[in-house]
T-cell receptor
Framework: AQSVTQLDSHVSVSEGTPVLLRCNYSSSYSPSLFWYVQHPNKGLQLLLKYTSAATLVKGINGFEAEFKKSETSFHLTKPSAHMSDAAEYFCVVSRFSGGYNKLIFGAGTRLAVHP | NAGVMQNPRHLVRRRGQEARLRCSPMKGHSHVYWYRQLPEEGLKFMVYLQKENIIDESGMPKERFSAEFPKEGPSILRIQQVVRGDSAAYFC????????????FGPGTRLLVL
């Protein structure tokens, strides 16, 4: 069965410093993995997606994530945080079940960015 | 190209009333998914619909909840006799094809039950 664990419920960084949001997955086959971002009282926006092509995936707004099969990880990083990055981030795995792809969400990591 | 639209954005109901949440998928998308997000939690799958068909409702509570996606018009998530525990954000997502993994999300409806 597919599942996702986000290792930190809250992360706080200073503006201009690197961001690391950690995600571990469990999957019985090669998974598709996503990161979504949710700004306060807004919907979810797709940041990036991994589908077994390059292991380093570049997304929008300077974010990227690296798929590491040996560590079953898909951590999200950004070299330099901006105030506008403050939001909730969800790591998501796709599970093919019943003829379609079902998204399994992690519990989320709330990122705070301080001046 | 408009994204996924949901209305209302905020809905307040008293216990025992009915809540109707509407979702219009992106143009050209015929697959709709509903998710529920309880406070401080991630999104949980509720139901997957195609036009006029419920494909998977394994995440729906057995009672009081129903969903439809008619041939014409938006998808509707209906909650009868709401209780305080139904207070949550309800998100709709759509995709163009069954094998398309990426789902595009609407802004959500935040339901508050008094």
């Amino acid at each position: 069965a597919q599942s996702v664990t986000q290792l930190d419920s809250h992360v706080s960084v200073s503006e201009g410093t690197p961001v690391l949001l950690r995600c571990n997955y469990s999957s019985s086959y090669s998974p598709s993995l996503f990161w979504y971002v949710q700004h306060p009282n807004k919907g979810l926006q797709l940041l990036l997606k991994y589908t077994s092509a390059a292991t380093l995936v570049k997304g929008i707004n300077g974010f990227e994530a690296e798929f590491k099969k040996s560590e079953t990880s898909f951590h999200l990083t950004k070299p330099s945080a901006h105030m506008s990055d403050a939001a909730e981030y969800f790591c998501v795995v796709s599970r093919f079940s019943g003829g379609y792809n079902k998204l399994i969400f992690g519990a989320g990591t709330r990122l705070a960015v301080h001046p | 190209n408009a994204g996924v639209m949901q209305n209302p954005r905020h809905l307040v109901r008293r216990r025992g009333q009915e809540a109707r949440l509407r979702c219009s998928p992106m143009k050209g998308h015929s697959h709709v998914y509903w998710y529920r997000q309880l406070p401080e939690e991630g999104l949980k799958f509720m139901v997957y619909l195609q036009k006029e068909n419920i494909i998977d409702e394994s995440g729906m509570p057995k009672e009081r909840f129903s969903a439809e996606f008619p041939k014409e018009g938006p998808s509707i998530l209906r909650i009868q006799q709401v209780v305080r525990g139904d207070s949550a954000a309800y998100f709709c997502a759509s995709s163009p094809a069954v094998h398309q993994e990426t789902q595009y999300f609407g802004p959500g409806t935040r339901l508050l039950v008094l």
